[in-house]
């Protein structure tokens, strides 16, 4: 009789056993259908697993609390879910929830440089796209591009971060400050200048500086890599012969420093007195005119073999390319045709 009676009772426990694992499991498997998907939850620091689960019972994406929390009690003792802010699919099951959970993801925001850039359209894009508390101003945004200390061993001359901005795509979490925004973008240009950069800048007989603003020359000059090479090789060429570089965009930079910049270029830019304008004075610019990107950077290291000196849009091509001269008297020929041309589409 007592033989019977432990049978049963082990039959019973082991019918109970068997029911209560597949009811949990069944249970951590089952997809849950929400309403939260398009919004995040916010899970912080020091929250225990019991108050994340209740959480996450109150926004619908957990149906069944008891197991999840047994689950993680007795079962995966050793899950650590981590602050963050999360979005979770519909459908999903409790355990795909607790493998989020343990991922630590905060938002995040995208921040994309054009290549060329210059603090004056940087600055204003970093306030807009980063507000913080206490709110900050694009005046003072612009300011911190002042802190020469972040490049202080990388260009010693430097009055300000132009050039040293790396113009990409970043990801930041929300909440990030400018000033850190910046700090990442000089980082970035510390990350894609090569060592061995230097040693071909000393073959050239330049300091990283001056390679620096020729790639930024360079960038706004010509959006077509294949090209930009040769563009190095007219600015190499003009700066050897003594000859003034001539360059409108040193230019338009002049405007933008004296906040005078109306998207025209005038008369009184081109004639103004000033140590960037390319169009007087012989030599570089006194500093970097924008952000150059990786391919700027190289071809300001490594200009074509020519005898080039001038070169003209190529208005054919409608590609942003252009023509180059060795001949001052071709380049006025080709010069004379981009006018003509010019005035036409002045003219629609």
């Keep these: 009789m007592f033989v019977r009676r432990l049978l049963i009772l082990i039959c019973i426990f082991l019918l109970v056993t068997g029911g209560f694992a597949m009811w949990l499991y ?15 939850v ?11 689960v209740d959480i996450l019972v109150g926004e619908d994406i957990i149906k069944s609390p008891l197991a999840i929390k047994i689950y ?3 079962i995966e003792k050793n899950t650590n879910l981590e602050a ?11 355990l795909e929830v607790i493998n989020l959970l343990q991922d630590g993801k905060l938002r995040t925001k995208t921040l994309t440089i054009p290549e060329g850039w210059t603090r004056f359209e940087i600055a204003p894009h970093i306030h807009e796209e980063f507000p913080v508390e206490p709110p900050v101003t694009v005046e003072e945004v612009f300011a911190m591009m002042d802190n020469v200390s972040l490049i202080e061993d990388v260009d010693s001359q430097a009055q300000n971060l132009e050039g040293y901005l790396y113009p990409t795509t970043y990801e930041f979490e929300l909440g990030t400050h400018p000033k850190a925004a910046i700090s990442k973008m000089v980082e970035q240009f510390r990350s894609v200048w090569r060592p061995e950069w230097d040693d071909q800048a000393h073959k050239l007989g330049l300091s990283r500086r ?11 000059e010509s959006k077509i890599d294949s090209e930009r090479p040769l563009v190095s090789s007219v600015i190499y060429n003009r700066l050897k012969q003594g000859i003034p570089l001539g360059m409108d965009a040193t230019n338009v930079y002049i405007a933008k420093l004296l906040g005078k910049w109306d998207g025209i270029m005038h008369k009184s830019d081109l004639e103004i007195d ?23 950077l190289e071809a300001a290291l490594s200009p074509a073999e020519t005898d080039y000196l001038y070169y003209v849009l190529n208005v054919e091509a409608e590609d942003g390319s252009h023509h180059f001269y060795s001949a001052a008297s071709d380049f006025l020929k080709g010069k004379a045709a981009y006018q003509r041309w010019l005035s036409g589409q002045r003219g629609n």
């Design 210 to 220: 001056e390679i620096v603003v020729i790639a930024s020359l360079i960038e706004k």
């Design 26 to 40: 069944s249970t951590l498997h089952a997809p849950v259908d929400h309403n939260s998907a398009t919004k995040y």
């Design 72 to 74: 993680l009690r007795f």
């Design 84 to 94: 963050g802010d999360y979005m979770f699919p519909s459908p999903v099951t409790p």
């Design 42 to 52: 916010v899970i912080e620091k020091g929250m225990t697993a019991n108050r994340i």
């Design 274 to 296: 000033h140590p960037y304008n390319t169009r007087k004075l012989t030599g570089l610019p006194p500093g970097p005119i924008g952000s150059p990107g990786k391919s700027a």
